[in-house]
Every structure is written in C-alpha cells, then in structure tokens.
C-alpha cells in the first residue's frame, strides 16, 4: 500500500508530539512493508522547491521556501502545489494528515480524489479554532462560538473568516475518516460545531514507550541513572518553563532538589532540538538539565525516572510524556486538564489539586495505594497502523 503522511515537521527535525506520532507512524507501516512517502515542512530556503531524502522512516520530501506565520496559516497556494504535486507522483492509496498548519491543506484536500483517501488525525483544535487549543488569551478554556467575531481578539492570530471555518466542516465531514486521540478532543469538537463528524473515530495515539534502537547502538546512560542508584528519587520534566505546563510546581521540585532533600530533577530540554535552550542557568547540585529523547528509545530515556511531572494547566490534547512514563509503571503527577483527565483513577498517577505543593505531592506519591486500580494500557504502534488502517 502506498502512503501519504504528511506534517509540519519531521525527522530529524523530531519536534513536537504529532510529529513523534507521525514518525511511529511510519515506521510502523514501513515495518509491514508499506511504501511511506513523508511530507513536511524544511523551515529553510533552499535552491529548489523540495529537498527529497531517505529515512528509517520512508522517504521524505521537504518543502522548501515555505515559513510558517500567520498569514498563511490556513493558505498557502505555494505549499498547496507541491503538495498536489506530490501527491500525482505518489498516487497513495491512503493519506494520512497530522499537524499541517501552514501546509495549505484546505486547498489541497478541495480535490475530492485526494479527500476521499485522507484520515486527518485531529491532534489539536487546527481544524476548529484558530490557534488550535481553544484557549482564551488569560489561559481558560473557550467556549465561544466559532467565527470572527468572537475569534478576533484570540491569542496569537488574526480573526478567522466564516470561509475557513466552512471549508474545515466541509473536509472533515468529506474525508475518509477523522480520527480523535482522545475523547477530550472528540467532545471539544462536538462543541465546536453542534456535532463530531459522522466519520469520528476516536484512536489513542502510539503512546507505549519502547526501544527500537538495535543492541549496540551505544547510547549514554539515562539522564539521572546515577543519582537513582545512589538512592535518589528522581523527577522527571518534558515541557517548556511556563506557567501553562506547571512551572511553578516544578520550581519547587527543583529548589527540593537542590536544597540537600534526597531527590534529583531531570529536565529535558526540547529547546536544544531547535537551538534555542529553555533552562540555560538551571542546572544544579539537584538538577540534571539532559537533551531531548528520540522516541527511539524512549524506554531507555524515561528508564531512569521514578516520577514523570506532568502537571499542566493547559488542555492538554493526550499528553503523551505523561502516557508513555505510565506505560513503563512510573509514578506520574499530572493536573485534570483536557485530555490528562482520562488518565485519573489509574495506577500509578497521582492528581496535584489546588494548593498542592513539591512537598504535598512527595507525601502523596509516597503514599500512593496502587490497589484496585487499573493499569493504564498502551497503544504499541504495531497496534497503532493495524487499527489505523482498519477504519
């Protein structure tokens, strides 16, 4: 079978959740012997318009001299000829469409043969909300309706056009399938416009953490291994330092650490990935500051941790660190917000409330009873393409 995958990024430009998505994505598949032609995003100018490459993962095509910016966010006629021109060239039987901001693919999918072929897998708000987290500039969540009055104000972005929000409706509605990561997602939707699609599957994204790196490969020990041998308790952090990932509990942590308690923080730094470091200053005699973990090898990378800080006040649309640390049996502390809710009540994951503080919550994860619960259940990526390609 051959297969279109398309997203703004991809290896080894690995940033971004959708996008690790996008790459098990295709690794799965070119394990069953499928025929994977990538497309993204470069982010550079180059002399030609595409940059095409070979990957662990299928062949790649990067579209070149196409930056993202708000003003071709939903349109980009230029992204939207390549894509179609890679499209002819591949003939897929099956598109997949990740996060594709910027990648002119309304216009591109107006072409019914190529809609029909397409499952857009909605790992965010894009197709209904124009910075695509339905949240409000203060941080709440949004429930307004859609449309360019109530939209212009939002974050990021200049107000929508009642045409974009027609022809998002009108895709999703059209294509083959619309496949949901979370119920979070599916009833945020639902909110948006009266209704999920008719063609809503809702599919957990490949959130096992596993090791696909064949022995040998020669990979430096786990961030924070020696300071767990040496008895420490070690706390793990993948996201950014603001106040809508829960920074300010995760100070706290951090002056723990650093303070003589008996317990290590490790934060990976996606940051570095792009060449702009977040925690520059941060590390310390209780801190570990680490690159950011390929999905590769995940399993080894998170191996480490006893305890995964997720404790996010955004509406988290899955929260995959969060899932992939529960697959492995680590403690993982998260907030109920958007799609971490449905992690409550599993072993292993325990809720920072309002008032809760490093100290509280250590006290809490000491005392967690794990009795009873049910174990979270991950999705494999083998599982992940058969149930895919099943819809």
Known sequence: MRVLNINLYFFPSSIGGATVVAEKLAWGLVQQGHEVTNVCLSHRAAGQDMTVFDTPFGRTVAINNVFPGPDNRFSSPVATSLLAEVAEIVQPDVIVVHAVQNMGIMDFLRDPKWLARARIVAHDFFWGCLQGFRTLPDGTRCHRDIGALSCRQCAWFPGLIEETYRSARQILNGCHAVVFPSDFLRRGYGEIFGDAPGNAHVL????????????????????????????????????????????????????QANGGA?????????????????????????????????????????????????????????????????????????RPSGALAELAGHAHVVMAEEGDTAASLSHKLRNDDTDGKPVWSATSIGDYVDRLLAI
């Open 262 to 334: 008996d317990s290590h923080v490790v934060l990976f730094d996606i940051g570095r990935g792009t060449a702009r470091p977040w925690y520059i200053g941060q590390q310390g005699p209780g801190v570990t500051v680490a690159d950011p973990f390929h999905w590769t090898y995940a399993a080894q990378a998170l191996g480490a941790i006893d305890v995964m800080l997720m404790p996010s006040r955004v509406q988290e649309s899955f929260g995959l660190a969060a899932r992939e640390a529960l697959s492995l049996g680590v403690q993982t502390v998260i």
């Open 204 to 255: 957990s994204n490949p959130d096992r953490a596993e090791m696909i790196l064949p022995p040998g490969t020669g990979l430096p020990p786990a961030p924070g291994l020696a300071e767990r041998q040496a008895g420490k308790a070690v706390y793990g952090f993948v996201g950014g330092p603001g106040e809508t990932k829960g920074w300010t509990l995760i100070r706290q942590f951090i002056d």
